[in-house]
């Protein structure tokens, strides 16, 4: 490991917007499990809506939503500590006090948050995690997981550049009867400019390439209505067209090669 990821690490154990509990440090007494229904009093000490970015890379979507919503509170979450600490450091220097970082594995998110903690989540350009559906973060696996702490009628968020996770997700919302209330395979097309302005207004490092690259962007919100509450989350049975591209510094690829 590089000089300058542990110089990073050793900084993230001090910053006092950072949370860290991987899969393998989960203990009853881990101090971070104690936030869990606490997260309003306990660090953010108010009771404003709590937004979840998973999968947040370097925090550049988390901090900003947070500049632009100072009424409501924000935790990124990543497993990646080197990225999460450019995030924490911005937000921890520039005195955003609605904001908080995570480090952990997502599917351990009920740990850290109780039943109707969570108002909100943005998930903004994961994998899209063709081979293995329990993978992907718009998977069933997950949602049952979401479903834990969002509230009833809370928000997901989904923005991608592949097709195949956006396919994916309008089934997955489909099969499970989920209300849409936003759905475009192409989120900067003319005729949308300034319907969805919280996800056109920010863009993260890798939408910017994407975008240079010449893709389009697809978006889709949909809500988890009280009647989802206990049920069982189907999965799709469908057959997609697996994306023709790698992550983004890669050449062109063909469908065989994934």
């Known amino acids: ?25 989960v203990t009853a007494e881990h101090p971070v499990g104690a936030m869990r229904g ?16 998973l999968g947040c890379g370097h925090g550049d979507y988390t901090t900003g939503l947070a500049r632009l919503h100072h009424e409501r509170n924000y935790i990124g979450i990543d497993i990646k ?19 908080a970082f995570l480090r952990t594995n997502i599917e351990l998110l009920p740990l850290f948050f109780a039943e109707d903690e969570v108002d909100e989540i943005w998930i903004t350009f994961p994998d899209p995690q063709m081979r293995k559906a329990t993978k992907r973060l718009t998977s069933t696996f997950f ?7 969002l509230k009833t009628g809370g928000i997901i968020h989904l923005k991608t550049d592949s097709p195949f996770l956006y396919t994916y997700t309008q089934a997955m919302v489909t099969e499970n009867h989920l209300p849409v209330i936003a759905d475009t395979k192409d989120l900067y097309s003319p005729d949308l400019i300034g319907k969805y302005p919280e996800a056109q207004t920010l863009q993260t490092h ?41 992550s983004y510094g890669r050449n062109y690829v063909s469908t065989t090669s994934h």
């Open 143 to 149: 949602m049952e997981r979401y479903h834990q702490l």
């Open 81 to 99: 500590g080197a990225r999460i600490w450019t995030g924490a450091k911005d937000a921890y220097t520039n005195h955003l006090e609605n904001v």
């Open 38 to 53: 606490h997260w309003h009093d306990k660090y953010f000490h108010n009771n404003r809506p709590i937004t979840l970015e």
């Open 1 to 25: 490991m590089g000089k300058n990821k542990l110089k990073k690490f050793a900084e993230m154990e001090v910053l006092p917007n950072v949370f860290q509990c991987t899969a393998r440090d």
């Open 206 to 246: 890798y939408e910017k390439q994407w975008l240079d690259r010449g893709m389009q962007i697809k978006y889709i919100a949909w809500q988890l209505p009280m009647q989802q509450k206990g049920t069982t989350w189907q999965e799709p049975e469908i057959e997609i067209e697996k994306d023709t591209y790698r």
